[in-house]
């Protein structure tokens, strides 16, 4: 190990042999924390070739177990979002793609955050299940072309026991780094081609294009090292996507989405990842067909109808969704309102989002219970035109004076006098 450390540290290229050691040696507890953060820390300041990453992604999804999906007809395609606020692009596209025959098994988790995870927001469904053994899961995929469970299984232990060394050593913010960490949970999983949707902008990982363009070719570069094929569409997370922040909020705007409501950038977004996934499938010969089949399965109602038949397949309520006015609410509404005429011209996303966990939307700790029916309702966004006294934002709440959450929402939001252009949505796609 000893000497790993110095090759990396004086700019040598690992070998797989080497790379497999410290990974293996590390997973096992053969390998102390001190030399591999010191081995991090080489890699964080001297980087990686693309062969060492791909071998340090395989060699940590074969640190655990991986989830055999051959048993799902036809190719299965996997999404991933490097994480922003408002984004419930998985509740849409799924419903999406399913609708034009590729299967989505979709394995999602809860974490921190300032909104639950996926599975967090699907539960403000009643009586949806996403606890269900492999055999269920692979049915109801077969079946329906669509199911979202509950992630199961030690997948790439070598990456969490990593993940929490970078995390106070200071090695976290290493490109490599971060794309074998994201990469080997996606292979884990068992899809044969992914679409990532790197986030930008204030609101993300990742502040700057470049930066986010860099981690997007990192990750396209593992995938497609190691035989998945994969595609990153660069978005914007200047401002939340959408205008809802909060778990049941997010279903009703995703199941707005899937009945035809044109809410543009959550909208365009959700087709632009749908059409690649399919493209990835192989269903489509091109990009334009594969949306327009799509497109056409919103106005149709098929889209709608898929994620109707995937609530239905894991015993959640469906009326809450035909009327979506049933989706759990919390007690009070108050506006926060602007405080001088002019344009929107940032909506902090960040802010935006611990507002929405002040309220209970989201966990600080793992012990914290979510409250699916608190939210916030965007009512202005970037480029918007605004009038003092007019409504930014609506807190869905169970306090009556949710004093944390409306400082911050007005922390979150900047009104200039000169009109302000909206901001581009997908800024690149990386393939
Ligand atoms: N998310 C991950 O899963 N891993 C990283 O290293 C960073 C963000």
Redesign the pocket.
Known sequence: MYDIIVKKRDGGELTKEEIKFFVDGYTKGDIPDYQASALTMAIYFQGMTADETATLTQAMVDSGETIDLSAIEGKKVDKHS?GGVGDKVTFIVGPMVASVGIPVAKMSGRGLGHTGGTLDKLESIKGLEIEMTKEKFIENVNTHKLAVAGQTGNLAPA?KKL?AL?DVTGT?NSLP??AG??MS?KIASGADSIVLDVKTGSGA?MKTLEDSEALAREMVNIGNNLGRHTVAVISDMNQPLGYEVGNANEIREAAEILQGKNVEDLRLLSLEIASHMAVLAEKFSSYEEAYQAIEANIENGKAFESLRTLIDAQGGDVAMIDELDKLPKASYEIEVTAEKDGFISAIDAESIGVAAMYLGAGRATKEDEINHGVGISLKKKIGDPVKAGEALVVLVSDDEQPDDSINKVKEAYTISNEKVEKPTLIHNIIK
Do not use: E, G, Q
Request: glycine share 0%; proline share 0%; no cysteine.
């Open positions: 490097t990456d993940y970078r976290v780094l971060i960490s994201i949970k990982f």
